[in-house]
T-cell receptor, first 115, second 115 residues
Framework: ETGVTQTPRHLVMGMTNKKSLKCEQH?????MYWYKQSAKKPLELMFV???????ENNSVPSRFSPECPNSSHLFLHLHTLQPEDSALYLC??????????????FGPGTRLTVL | AQTVTQSQPEMSVQEAETVTLSCTYD???????LFWYKQPPSRQMILVIR??????QNATENRFSVNFQKAAKSFSLKISDSQLGDAAMYFC????????????FGAGTRLTVKP
């Protein structure tokens, strides 16, 4: 379970704060993802990066800003969030994108609470 | 768009017994991938089993097996000899074959294992 790590594991922030979530993968993968997991809702894909290039943005509000400086690290910068943004944010990685062997491996998540 | 439906929000099983979790999906594609993920209370999502749509043979992984009915668009998970450690949320997921890696998840089934 240490292939994909996320920090912090828990975060409480006010609506005017700016914070960042960090994800790191130690699997030598080239693709990384951010998902949002809200209570009683299916996981929602937010962003996909492949070889550091963003390939997917599922109509995510601009208060969420991803950054992928290299294939091993992915950040999610947060600013002026709303209480409805409170959720578990999961990071995942895969070898590539779309191929037969490109299974996604998940991190433990960051539990975000917006007050 | 593809949708994944898990009609059982909660299931329970006696230790050492067998349980089947249901999943149906909607797609017009002929080649795709299906997954079952397990999310224990610690929250890290773990891949349980995967199935490639072009393969008729049902995938198996130790005590976990699937019943893949392509025509019916059904992908159920059978857990044999249930163990206490199997207690978790189980998510069914669909992924298209292609250049993107957009996974569609069901809402999940919470499995309780009774000693």
């Amino acid at each position: 379970e240490t292939g994909v790590t996320q920090t912090p594991r828990h975060l409480v922030m006010g609506m005017t704060n700016k914070k960042s979530l960090k994800c790191e993968q130690h699997l030598g993968h080239n693709a990384m993802y951010w998902y949002k997991q809200s209570a009683k809702k299916p996981l929602e894909l937010m962003f996909v990066y492949n070889f550091k290039e963003q390939t997917e943005n599922n109509s995510v509000p601009s208060r969420f800003s991803p950054e992928c400086p290299n294939s091993s690290h992915l950040f999610l910068h947060l600013h002026t969030l709303q209480p409805e943004d409170s959720a578990l944010y999961l990071c995942a990685s895969s070898q590539g994108v779309g191929g037969r062997t490109d299974t996604q491996y998940f991190g433990p998540g960051t539990r975000l609470t917006v007050l | 768009a593809q949708t994944v439906t898990q009609s059982q929000p909660e299931m329970s099983v006696q230790e050492a017994e067998t349980v089947t979790l249901s999943c149906t999906y909607d797609t017009s594609e002929s080649d795709y991938y299906l997954f079952w993920y397990k999310q224990p209370p610690s929250r890290q999502m773990i891949l349980v089993i995967r199935q490639e749509a072009y393969k008729q043979q049902n995938a198996t992984e130790n005590r976990f097996s699937v019943n893949f009915q392509k025509a019916a668009k059904s992908f159920s998970l059978k857990i044999s000899d249930s163990q206490l450690g199997d207690a978790a949320m189980y998510f069914c997921a669909y992924r298209s074959r292609g250049n993107n890696n957009d996974m569609r998840f069901g809402a999940g089934t919470r499995l309780t294992v009774k000693p």
